[in-house]
């Protein structure tokens, strides 16, 4: 049943992204594009969708590899076949019978490790580029080398995989935003600054550097942050990023943020509270008990690999979707402010500075993008 639903949910999302490929071709550009502009936004558009395509596709191979059966001990890396005579001959000896050994470990890990090479497969699929493959050597080499010298535990390369993936993101992170300048309250229209200090919120203003010019808000009940991405205002005029800055107090009125929170609790409190509860149930232990330890770790394994694909990417889909109507509704706040047309002004030139997406299929928009498409984010804004 679990396997049907995940090839299910995963071929839902390939339809949605082949259909998507089809209709990048199709997008008109519209008269305020240049040519070479339209055309490079197309490009990182096309760009999103193969990759996401790419995604779903490894996907279906994880299911594929996770509910394989194959006779004998799926999980045996044959550890007794490493050669553990590196502790005589010389040092160049050693470190040869090392790197041999290593080969054998991977070699022996593609051959026959099915939900190994599945993780493997669930941790390229998530923001897959150069580093990303650089960073999977590395938790091979490292697993291979805590193995050999240390812990004898195969299984530790799940905690290696996921605690690499937590040091790439944060570093990703640390590079994509650099703040230069945290006190621009200056580059801020005063009425702005005393809308939000006059309901009660403590404002802050940070300049960052980022690879994308942006503006955003963080903000809980008390204090509230907006973030000015590579100086921004200098790409529009004052009622332009004044009516872009009522957006994001829409944002700060309206709780976003905090809603967010909420819903990221729900997401993770209630699948991991009634998983926990399934197994303290007395029968639960019992019939936990008379399993081995390979069939357990095996269910724990395929476990693991359905919630990456499932809980993961459902995850993902819902913060898009919430996202989506989030944006909507500050979009209305900031149209009841201040005159429509300086924020559709404001976001065409945001959106062109950064070749975004102009056009999508509506499943493509609320599942799988952060933001509705410029085309339907100015057509909305046009009726409220």
Not at 58 to 66: D, N, P
Not at 150 to 176: C, H, P, Q, T
Not at 229 to 247: A, D, G, P
Request: net charge positive; aromatic share 18%.
């Amino acid at each position: 049943m679990y396997e049907c639903l995940l090839y299910s949910y995963a071929l839902f999302f390939v339809m949605i992204l082949s259909y998507e490929l089809i209709n990048v071709a199709y997008t008109t550009k519209p008269s305020y594009y240049s040519t070479e502009l339209f055309l490079e936004a197309k490009r990182n558009h096309l760009n999103n969708v193969r990759s996401q395509l790419f995604k779903f596709v490894m996907y279906l191979f994880v299911i594929a590899l996770l509910f394989c059966k194959k006779n004998g001990n799926i999980l045996n890396l044959k550890h007794n076949n490493f050669n553990y005579t590196t502790s005589s001959g010389s040092q160049g000896t050693k470190i040869c019978n090392l790197i041999y050994n290593f080969y054998n470990y991977l070699k022996t890990v593609l051959e026959e490790q099915n939900i190994l090479i599945a993780i493997i497969l669930l941790y390229l699929c998530f923001d897959y580029d150069n580093k990303k493959i650089v960073n999977v050597l590395l938790a091979f080499l490292e697993y291979f080398i805590l193995h050999r010298f240390i812990l004898r535990n195969r299984y530790f390369v799940i905690f290696v995989f996921l605690r690499n993936e937590w040091f790439y993101r944060a570093w990703k992170r640390s590079i994509g935003a650099k703040i230069i300048d945290i006190c621009t309250k200056d580059n801020l229209p005063k009425e702005i600054i005393d809308f939000i200090e006059g309901r009660g919120f403590v404002f802050n203003v940070r300049d960052i550097e980022s690879t994308e010019c942006n503006i955003y808000v963080v903000s809980n009940l008390k204090i509230a942050t907006i973030y000015v991405c590579n100086k921004v205002y200098n790409l529009m005029s004052q009622q332009e990023f004044l009516s872009l800055l009522y957006h994001e107090v829409g944002h700060i009125v309206t709780y976003t943020c905090l809603k967010k929170t909420v819903i990221n609790f729900l997401i993770f409190f209630i699948p991991s509270f009634s998983f926990t509860k399934y197994f303290l149930k007395p029968t639960t232990i019992s019939y936990l008990k008379t399993l081995t330890a390979l069939e357990i770790t095996e269910f724990a394994l395929k476990i693991l690999g359905c919630g990456f694909i499932f809980f993961g990417q459902a995850y993902e889909s819902i913060q898009f979707l919430f996202t989506f109507f989030d944006e909507i509704k500050a979009d209305k706040f900031s149209v009841g402010m201040y005159p429509r047309e300086y924020l559709k002004q404001g976001i065409i030139k945001m959106c062109m500075e950064n070749r975004s997406v102009y056009d999508c299929s509506l499943l493509y928009n609320l599942f799988l993008t952060s933001h509705p498409a410029l085309k339907r984010r100015l057509k909305m804004i046009e009726n409220y």
